[in-house]
């Protein structure tokens, strides 16, 4: 179903929350921050605040919660007013009414696992960066005609990997891609190596256990790991 163009609404002047758009990041600039975002699943939002300074003491700079537990939306406010060194985000978007929830609990950027007509209206109208989810061509395609041009591929794994992608650079040559979705740091690299991957995203930086535990060193370590994707050469034995 193709989308339409969105209309501006009330909110293009400003974001929710009132950030001009001016001072936000674009997607582009956004996939560029890391090679991996943190996808995180908060079930205490008291949990946020440590996790995010122990991603950044491990050089990631970027980091989604997603919208999947109660907890989810108390947390990106505590990140974002607490650790404004942190580019969060808000993840699992799935309706305009998150889009505003997000905006107003002052989300940095937007993920959606994919994108209604509705949905990518609210998110381009709410002036956040953002990040939608496509897993074919025809998907792909809507979303750049309405000037999205930098999709999250998911869930990246199941829906062809990184053969897939690399099928589709000479194609699409305007689009970059952060895929996400059965990605592990034995397996990031290679996505890392194609030339429309900007980023990748994934939960193994943030495991269910540590963070419960507050495991702030295991956090920063596989942070630090997966920093360092950036500088390494996937092409070495």
Same mark, same amino acid.
């Not at 300074?53 to 537990?69: H, K, N, P, S, Y």
């Given at each position: 179903?193709?989308?339409?163009?969105?209309?501006?609404?009330?909110?293009?002047?400003?974001?929710? %929350?009132? +950030?001009?758009?001016?001072?936000?990041?674009?997607?582009?600039?956004?996939? +560029?921050?890391?090679?991996?975002?943190? =996808?995180?699943?908060?079930? +205490?939002?008291?949990?946020?605040?440590?996790?995010?300074?122990?991603?950044?003491?491990?050089?990631? #700079?970027?980091?989604?919660?997603?919208?999947?537990?109660?907890?989810?939306?108390?947390?990106? #406010?505590?990140?974002?007013?607490? =650790?404004?060194?942190?580019?969060?985000?808000?993840?699992?978007?799935?309706? /305009?009414?998150? $889009?505003?929830?997000?905006?107003?609990?002052?989300?940095?950027?937007? $993920?959606? /696992?994919?994108?209604?007509?509705?949905?990518? #209206?609210?998110?381009?109208?709410? &002036?956040?960066?953002? *990040?939608? %989810?496509?897993?074919?061509?025809?998907?792909?395609?809507?979303?750049?005609?309405?000037?999205?041009?930098?999709?999250?591929?998911? /869930?990246?794994?199941?829906? &062809?990997?990184?053969?897939?992608? @690399?099928?589709?650079?000479?194609?699409?040559?305007?689009?970059?891609?952060?895929?996400?979705?059965?990605?592990?740091? @034995?397996? @990031?690299?290679?996505?890392?190596? *194609?030339?429309?991957?900007?980023?990748?995203?994934?939960?193994?930086?943030?495991?269910?256990?540590?963070?419960?535990? +507050?495991?702030?060193?295991? $956090?920063?370590?596989? @942070? #630090?790991?997966?920093?360092?994707?950036?500088?390494?050469?996937?092409?070495?034995?």
């Amino acid at each position: 179903m193709p989308i339409p163009h969105p209309v501006a609404g009330p909110s293009a002047a400003s974001t929710p %929350g009132g +950030r001009p758009p001016s001072a936000a990041l674009t997607a582009a600039e956004l996939v +560029r921050l890391g090679p991996v975002v943190p =996808v995180v699943v908060v079930e +205490r939002a008291d949990d946020a605040v440590p996790l995010a300074r122990a991603l950044l003491r491990g050089g990631v #700079r970027t980091m989604e919660i997603t919208l999947r537990t109660a907890a989810a939306l108390p947390a990106l #406010r505590k990140v974002a007013a607490e =650790v404004p060194e942190m580019v969060v985000g808000a993840g699992t978007v799935l309706t /305009p009414e998150q $889009v505003a929830e997000a905006g107003e609990a002052g989300a940095g950027f937007l $993920v959606s /696992p994919g994108a209604t007509p509705r949905l990518a #209206r609210a998110a381009l109208d709410s &002036g956040l960066p953002f *990040l939608p %989810g496509a897993g074919t061509v025809s998907e792909m395609l809507a979303l750049a005609e309405i000037g999205l041009t930098t999709i999250k591929f998911f /869930p990246a794994a199941a829906s &062809g990997g990184p053969a897939y992608l @690399a099928a589709l650079a000479q194609p699409l040559p305007h689009v970059t891609f952060c895929p996400t979705g059965g990605i592990s740091a @034995a397996s @990031a690299g290679e996505w890392l190596a *194609l030339p429309n991957v900007a980023c990748v995203g994934g939960s193994w930086l943030t495991p269910a256990a540590a963070v419960r535990a +507050r495991d702030e060193a295991t $956090v920063t370590a596989l @942070a #630090r790991e997966a920093a360092a994707l950036g500088t390494a050469d996937p092409t070495a034995a």
